[in-house]
C-alpha cells in the first residue's frame, strides 16, 4: 500500500517540508495561483529554515553558555570601555578568518562575561559551533578526563569548535598538572582556531597566574600574539542596578 504524502515525508525527516504542506492544504485558497514549481520552492524554503534553526539551538545547547548575552542588549554608555563601531568590527569576524584570539578585561561585574556570551551566540546565529567555560571547570574536566581514559576525546571536541571562551582567567594560581594541560589546549588550537579570554586581570599579570617561566612564556606566548584586546571600563553594572540577566547578578 502506498504512504500519504505526509507519511512519506515523515519517513524521511522533512519536517519542515510537512508542516508547509499542512499549511497549505488548510489555506488551499492562498495558493491556487501558484505553479507547481512556486509551491514546491516554499515547501523546500519552510524546511531549509527549519533545518537551520535546529542547527542553532543544537549549537546553543552545546555551547552551554552562562548568561543569554545578545548584542543587540548591549549597553553603550561611554563608561563602559568599547563603543558601537568595535562592537561591529568585531561582529565582521576577521579575527576568526585570521585566527587570532580576543582578550576582555575589566573589573568584577563591568559585563566580561555578558559580552562574551553574547558574541558567542551572534557567532552561532552564523552557523559556527561555540563552546564556553569557566577555567577552572575546564581544567577539572581535563583532569578527571585523564583519570577515566577520555582525554582524547575532550581534547578532539575542544579543538573542533570555532571559538572556546574561557571565563574567569586568572581566579586562581595554575598547579602544575593544569599548566600542563592548558599548554596542550593552547598549542593545538594556535594559528588554527580562536580563544576568547574574559578576565578580571590585567594582561600584563597573567604570567604570575601561571605561575611557572617556562609554561608561562609557551602559553601567553601563543596566546597573546596579534590578540584583539578590549578593556572594559566603570562601574559594576550590579552596583549600577542594571538586570542584564539572573544569572549576569551572578557574576
Known sequence: MQL??????????????????????E?????????????????????????????INRLEKQARFRLAGQVEQLDYRTSRGFSK??????????WLSHQQNLLLTGAAGCGKSYLACALGRYFIRQGMAVRYYRLKTLLEEMRLAQ???SYPKLLEQLNQVAILILDDWGME???????????????????????????????DK??????????????????IHRAVRVALTGESMRKQGVTLTHADQAE
Open 4 to 25: 500519504r504524502v505526509d507519511e512519506q515525508l515523515s519517513q524521511l525527516h522533512l519536517s519542515g517540508m510537512k508542516q508547509a504542506l499542512s499549511q497549505q492544504q
Open 27 to 55: 489555506q488551499e485558497a492562498l495558493y491556487q495561483d501558484m505553479s507547481f514549481e512556486e509551491r514546491l520552492q516554499l515547501l523546500l524554503s519552510h524546511e531549509l529554515v527549519q533545518r537551520e534553526q535546529r542547527k
Open 85 to 94: 563601531a568595535q562592537i561591529r568590527q568585531l561582529l565582521e569576524g576577521h
Open 147 to 149: 583519570a577515566d581514559g
Open 173 to 203: 594560581m595554575l598547579d602544575a598538572g593544569e599548566r600542563s594541560n592548558l599548554l596542550e589546549i593552547i598549542d593545538t588550537r594556535h594559528g588554527r582556531l580562536s580563544t576568547m579570554i574574559a578576565s578580571q586581570l590585567p594582561v
Open 206 to 223: 597573567w604570567y604570575g597566574m601561571i605561575g611557572e617561566a617556562t609554561f608561562a612564556e609557551a602559553i601567553l606566548d601563543r596566546l
